[in-house]
Every structure is written in structure tokens, then in C-alpha cells.
């Protein structure tokens, strides 16, 4: 049997999902307790990281070592991937050395070239196309803030991009309705829009999709890679910024996410973060305790 990876929310089903959240939520309270179980002693996460990186680099790093084991940062221009070597080829000498590893990339095809090579666990921590450790810790804020998602309605403002890719196959996984609302030629992978099915609408105006939301979220206009279209995005994008007007078409129970990093004045209003309704530092932080969760599940313990 091969090595079990987590390229996308749906490598787990709902079931594994909901398990695993529930999971993060409790090493997030024992480690409120000061009591950090260790079962990844001597395991060894190599981390691959193409694009810069705070909140992911800080969980996958900080979560193997509170669950003991290390990560080991592997950068492409100090290993032979900078230099042309074969992903196949890197897949297949890493994973002879290493219980696991998160890889950080642009395109997902080379996550998919790793994994189908690798002998042990390939996380994405982030693809051009999905984020899917982002939504287990987007699911876990809902969770411990307004408790089960499934029959909510989510909205997503703004570009569609790798996060709302991963928000669609949220969807259909936590089994929620999601609202899209983006400009234009901003629309999210067709593939994913077709996976969602009947749970997802796509509209034009914001307000139309926040309107009785129970979870309202959204990203930067422009992503990574991105920065030469940013004044054209900017223009694109100037009346799809999340205020707390716009959250006050939502439900009463509205619970606001962000990814981070935020660009205050763009995608959200100056003053948004500060709203009650607003759980972006809980997001954050939950990114260790999902991140450990899913370490703990995916990388065998030590025996």
C-alpha cells in the first residue's frame, strides 16, 4: 500500500475530515493545558518552500516539534532542485531519508510529480490551484466558534483563486452552500465550480452573497506571482472590498475569516479586523493545531 498524501480536501473523506478537526481542536486545548503528546519522536518533515511563507513555514516546523520530531527546511536553491534535477528523481531520494514532506509551490503538478515518486506522506501547504491545510483550519474557527458548518451558507468575496478552489471542495466535503461573488474573468477553476455542483451560486454583487451568510471570507486580490497585475486587479476588484457594511447584510451569527495576510484598504475595509465578528488570529493560530492534527494522522508513529 502506498504512502497516503494530502494534496486536497478530497484525499480524506468527511468523515476522516471532521475527525481530524475535532482532533486539532483537542491538541489545541492540551496544549492550553501545557500537555504536548509527542508521536512523531525522532520523525523527520522536510519542508519545500518555492513561495514565501509565514503561517505555514511557522505550523509544519513548530508542530513537528511539539509532537517531537523536526522539520528540515529544504530550499530549491540549495538543493539540487534549483538546478534542474528531476522532480521524480528528488521525490525518490527524499522520501528514503525523510517521514514526510510539505511542499509550497506554484505549479500543483509538481506536488502530484512528488507524490506519485514519493514513498512516504507529500502535504501541500499551498498550490497555485488549492490550499487545503488553510481550510481545515478555516473549518476548525467555525467549528469552535459557531459549531457545525453543514447546512450553513458560506460566501466567498473576491478573486477566484486557489482559496476558493479549496472553498468549493470544502463544500461539497462539510457539506455547505457557498455563495461566490468576483468580477468577471475572475471566476474559479471550471473543474471545481462542476465538483461543487447545486451547493455553490456565483454572482457579481458582494451583497447579494453575504446576504444571511453565516461565514463570510475572502483573499488578496493579487496573489503571489501576481504583482504585475495588480493595478489592473485593483481596478478589477474596488467594489469587492469586505466591510462591516457588507457584514451586516450577513446573518446575525456571522463569523468573518481571512488567510492573511491582509491588505487593509484593499480586499477589507481599514477597521474590519477590529470587528467582534471578525476570528482571523484564532484562524492563524489554528494553523499549528490542524497542521499537528494532520502530521499526527498522516506520518506513522514511531514504534
Known amino acids: 500500500m502506498g504512502a ?5 480536501l478530497l484525499d480524506f473523506n468527511p468523515a476522516e475530515l471532521t475527525a481530524l478537526i475535532a482532533r ?15 508521536p512523531l519522536k525522532n520523525r523527520v518533515l522536510g519542508v519545500i518552500f518555492e513561495k514565501a511563507s509565514t503561517r505555514t513555514r511557522l505550523s509544519f516546523s513548530v508542530g513537528m516539534i511539539q509532537l517531537g520530531g523536526q522539520a528540515l527546511f529544504l530550499s530549491p536553491a540549495d538543493t539540487q532542485l534549483g538546478r534542474g534535477e528531476p522532480l521524480a528523481d528528488s521525490a525518490i531520494v527524499m522520501s528514503s531519508m525523510l517521514d514526510g514532506l510539505m511542499i509550497r509551490t506554484f505549479a500543483h503538478e509538481t506536488l502530484r510529480a512528488f507524490a506519485a515518486h514519493s514513498s512516504v506522506p507529500v502535504i501541500n501547504g499551498l498550490s497555485d490551484e488549492l490550499h487545503p491545510c488553510q481550510l481545515l483550519a478555516d473549518m476548525q474557527t467555525y467549528s469552535e466558534q459557531r459549531g457545525a458548518i453543514a447546512g450553513k451558507t458560506v ?8 482559496m476558493c478552489n479549496s472553498y468549493l471542495e ?21 473543474r471545481y465550480l462542476e465538483l461543487a455542483g447545486e451547493r455553490v451560486r456565483l454572482v457579481r454583487d458582494p451583497f447579494e452573497a453575504a446576504a444571511g451568510a453565516h461565514l463570510v471570507t475572502t483573499d488578496v486580490w493579487a496573489s503571489m506571482g501576481q504583482e504585475e497585475e495588480a493595478a489592473q486587479r485593483l ?26 495576510p491582509a491588505h487593509r484598504g484593499e480586499e477589507i475595509s481599514e477597521d474590519l479586523l477590529d470587528d467582534p465578528r471578525a476570528e482571523v488570529w484564532q ?18 508513529p514511531n514504534v
Open 283 to 300: 484562524q492563524a493560530e489554528n494553523r499549528l493545531h490542524a497542521q499537528k492534527a494532520l502530521l499526527e494522522k498522516l506520518i506513522a
Open 235 to 260: 481596478k478589477a476588484f474596488h467594489l469587492y472590498q469586505v466591510s462591516r457594511d457588507l457584514l451586516d447584510k450577513a446573518h446575525a451569527d456571522v463569523l468573518f475569516l481571512h488567510c492573511l
Open 24 to 38: 486539532a481542536s483537542e491538541l489545541k486545548k492540551l496544549r492550553a493545558q501545557g500537555v504536548l503528546p509527542q
Open 155 to 162: 460566501a466567498w468575496i473576491g478573486d477566484g483563486n486557489n
Open 4 to 8: 497516503k498524501h494530502f494534496l486536497s
Open 170 to 190: 470544502a463544500a461539497v466535503q462539510f457539506d455547505f452552500k457557498l455563495r461566490i461573488a468576483c468580477p468577471e474573468g475572475y471566476e474559479p477553476d471550471a
